[in-house]
């Protein structure tokens, strides 16, 4: 089925994430296209500017309603409805049963056990959340070299455009 009304649904930091979350949509049901920003103008020497480089994903304006909510579990980490539960294992990879305790081909404790070590980990993990730190640290740090890079370049371009206008215009006068 084609996206006869495409509307942008969300506007992603990276290409990827913009596929993760057309995935996401299309996993619940939601026709979803994610356009990649490939352009050069958003590019830097230390990644992407996200003010420039600004992947979306499209749906269409009748699903609109129900893309919103998969975007915003998504966006507030809270599992989404479309996630099936525990269906593999995540120590070998072997299929399971949805609620099963163990994995039948390694014996390792799922998510759905009862064992005393899962609990202190689910404990252990409970808690603030993390603050602002690699990934988004890095982005900020991004935008300040980006700006003080930019500025002086931007200035002496204006400089070098006001002698070249001024030049073409005093040899006009002459």
Do not use: W
Request: charged share 15%.
């Amino acid at each position: 089925m084609a996206i006869k009304s495409p509307v942008a649904v969300f506007v992603a930091e990276t290409n990827v994430e913009a596929h993760v979350v057309a995935n996401l949509l299309q996993d619940s049901g939601i026709e979803a296209h994610a356009v990649e920003d490939v352009s050069p103008a958003g590019m830097f020497s230390v990644g992407t500017l996200d003010e420039i480089h600004r992947p979306k994903v499209f749906v269409d304006s009748t699903q609109l309603a129900a893309a919103r909510e998969v975007v915003a579990s998504y966006q507030t980490g809270s599992p989404a409805e479309h996630a099936s539960p525990s269906s593999c294992c995540y120590f070998c990879g072997a299929a399971c049963e949805p609620n099963a305790a163990k994995c039948p081909s390694c014996g390792q404790l799922l998510e759905g056990g009862d064992d005393e070590d899962a609990k202190s980990r689910e404990s252990s993990l409970s808690g603030p959340p993390p603050t602002a730190t690699g990934y988004y640290a890095l982005r900020n740090i991004k935008r300040l070299v980006a700006i003080v890079l930019l500025v002086p370049i931007v200035f002496y371009l204006g400089l070098l455009l006001f002698a070249a206008v001024t030049s073409v215009v005093s040899s006009m006068s002459r």
